[in-house]
């Protein structure tokens, strides 16, 4: 028998409860489950289906609809997502209208989602990484917006953190003697983590202390964060900018509206660019100067500094293009059917360089030949 009809925003917090104290998921997975409720059902209430006309809002369990779920993907999730994406909000919804079912919100049957066709084939997956050249304008842009954002735009071009863990930094994180910066995983639920204080890291962060100290007018406390808010003082007025004073105390809380905008101003902002853009352009300057330098291991060097479980995962953060590039150099220089098997094959023959001969062949045993009967000769006519 199934349960009185319960508005989807209040089935998201029951599902959230069900989720953190039962399957014991991660604050990050339970947040991105919090997404897709939310689009879902942004994207539901705003509709209205001719197969199935919408109640008033707020939008309630009972009108879930397979009509209305396909809708969902084909005209918000393939439109706004890319592949990686897509197929993680497949999996949240598939599991949303699972737990709906199993506790009876909705008639149970086969998952509409189950239900879906392929993608629309005109999707074209967003560039969510940067180049150098790119970043240098966007840090450009920092500067000349206050020193704190260009400071944390350096930090974030040269620790390869997630931007929360960075956020949360305070100074008492940094261990200048030790030369190592303690931070916590949240994601991964990994606590009193460390990453080198590297000299870039030293040099940077050194520099905004300084400065950190010139505009507080005080020395730094170590439950200050590196990278705190800012009040907001004043009114914007002809002529006058917007006063920016730092608050040690509060982090910043828009951290994606912060980025957003100084790659808008830029002018380098594409679809889904964001901190992980500098994430990503990290980890692949940590492999390659690894490969640089020789390093075999240069994969699972970029997994460590990025603190990833698995190489795996590593790898999809891999700017492939260079990798391609690099592998086809080699390729066009290189065969790798053996010369033996590729003189048997007429298409490879002519592939294989013909065998040398030594200069002992022939003609320098013909030389000699003729040399000895030469010698003989001369000793007959010596002896006559």
């Known amino acids: 028998m199934l349960k009185p009809p319960m508005p989807l925003a209040e089935a998201q917090e029951a599902h959230v409860v069900f989720m953190r104290r039962v399957r014991k998921l991660s604050e990050g997975t339970i947040g991105s489950y919090r997404t897709t409720y939310n689009t879902l059902i942004g994207h539901l209430e705003g509709l209205t289906v001719p197969v ?31 592949d ?63 020193p704190r954002d260009r400071a944390l735009l350096l930090a974030a071009r040269i620790l390869p953190r997630r931007i929360n863990e960075i956020l ?32 870039e890291a030293w040099a940077v962060l050194s520099a905004w202390k300084q400065t950190y100290e010139e505009l507080t007018g005080k020395e730094v406390r170590r439950t200050w964060y590196v990278f705190p808010a800012f009040f907001a003082a004043g009114y914007v007025k002809k002529g006058r900018k917007r006063d920016y004073i730092l608050a040690p105390t509060s982090r910043i809380t828009t951290p994606s ?58 790898s999809i953060y891999m700017d492939h293009d260079e990798q391609y590039q690099e592998y086809k150099a080699w390729r066009l220089k290189n065969r790798i059917v053996p010369d033996d098997l590729a003189a048997q094959i007429p298409e490879l023959a002519h592939l294989v ?3 040398s001969h030594p200069q002992t062949s022939v003609t320098q045993d013909t030389a000699e030949g003729l040399a000895t009967v030469v010698s003989l000769m001369d000793r007959r006519r010596t002896a006559g």
């Open 52 to 82: 199935i006309p919408l109640a008033p809002v707020p939008l309630t369990t009972d009108l879930l609809d397979p009509e209305l779920i396909i809708d969902y993907f084909a005209n918000y999730v393939s439109e706004h997502c890319n």
């Open 353 to 355: 360089a013909p065998p």
């Open 257 to 314: 509206r912060l980025i957003r905008d100084h790659l808008m101003n830029a002018g380098v902002y594409q679809r889904q660019m964001g901190w992980h853009s500098l994430r990503r352009l990290t980890g692949n300057a940590v492999r390659a100067v690894a490969r640089a330098s020789g390093r075999a291991d240069s994969l699972e060097l970029a997994k460590e500094a990025l603190n990833h479980q698995s190489t795996a995962i590593t």
């Open 168 to 199: 949360d930094l305070q100074w008492g994180d940094i261990d200048w003697e030790e030369r190592d910066i303690r931070y916590d995983n949240k994601k991964a639920r990994k606590y009193g983590q460390q990453m080198p204080l590297d000299p």
């Open 84 to 146: 990686g994406t897509y197929a993680i909000k497949i999996s949240h919804v598939r599991n949303i209208i699972k737990w709906l079912m199993t506790h009876e919100y909705i008639t149970w049957g086969p998952n509409p989602v189950d239900l879906l066709g392929d993608r629309k084939g005109d999707y074209k997956p967003a560039r969510i990484r940067l180049k150098d050249a790119e970043w240098m304008l966007v840090l450009k842009v920092a500067t000349a917006h206050h």
